[in-house]
């Protein structure tokens, strides 16, 4: 019987390593402030809602996203997502574990900084999602990091979204879309507005689509971003196997 057991563990191991290996979001930006950690708790939520069985990769000392897995857990008593602080040098390893243990999307939150961590997530990335607003220093700090992705060549992996968008910013909004045209990467036709509702919603340990209800206009506007990311994913990934050929 323990044969058998084993045989049907390892049995179930291989069947992972050759499903489809789960879709990989990285979120960096050089500057900190521009809302990554928010926009990655609450796509996390998107995508589990959407039928993926989702994990956080927590790569910033400050362990924001950790901290707010505790907390979730302490006020609503759910783990899921799953959230696990690591680091540049064990990011390999937790992909992989993670796909043997059959997650289907993976989302690495990155610290405010352009460095080896950013690098190598965006090396082990699928999309590189850079979150900005639209003020001058932010724009600054985006010119930055798409130059950084251009050297590490991942800029046909990059979605840039405007994070905390607010009215009356037109002006910095149509610069951040010349930046995003002139590095080569895409701007996101969703823009995430500034809406008290996501920070109310984290306060209670939840996610927007939870706190605010699947039907609000900022849980719409995730659920939206969510399936622009899967859908950049598809297009980059035939793009790619076109320049290959």
């Known amino acids: 019987m323990r044969g058998t057991g084993r045989a049907a563990r390892s049995e ?3 069947a992972r390593r050759a499903a489809k290996p789960p879709l990989t979001i990285a979120f960096g930006n050089q500057k900190g402030g521009v809302g990554k950690t928010t926009l990655v708790i609450n796509l996390a939520a998107a995508l589990m809602r959407g039928g993926r069985i989702t994990t956080v ?10 901290r707010y897995g505790e907390h979730r857990a302490q006020e609503t008593g759910e783990e899921a997502p799953v ?3 690591g680091s540049a040098d064990n990011l390999k390893d937790m992909i992989e574990t993670a796909h043997l243990e059959g997650v289907e999307a993976i989302l690495i939150d990155c610290p405010g900084a352009l460095d080896r961590t950013l690098l190598l997530a965006a090396a082990c990335a699928d999309v590189v999602v850079v979150p900005t607003r639209s003020s001058l220093l932010d724009r600054n ?3 930055d990091t798409l130059e950084f992705l251009v050297e590490a060549v991942k ?3 990059c979605l840039v979204v405007l994070n905390a968008a607010r009215d009356g910013a037109d002006g910095g909004i149509r610069e951040v879309e010349d930046l995003a045209d002139t590095f080569g990467a895409v701007l996101a036709a969703t823009r995430i507005e500034d809406n008290r509702a996501y920070s109310v919603s984290l306060g209670k340990g939840r996610s927007v689509l939870e706190g605010a209800g699947a039907r609000s206009k900022p849980a719409r506007a995730i659920d939206q971003l969510a399936r622009e990311i899967e859908t950049f994913h598809e297009q980059a ?3 790619h196997k076109r320049r290959q050929k």
């Open 83 to 85: 959230v696990v602080h």
């Open 141 to 143: 700090s985006l010119r």
């Open 155 to 157: 800029i046909h992996k």
């Open 237 to 239: 990934a035939k793009a």
């Open 12 to 14: 179930q191991k291989a």
């Open 57 to 66: 990769i927590d790569l910033d000392p400050q362990k924001s996203a950790e």
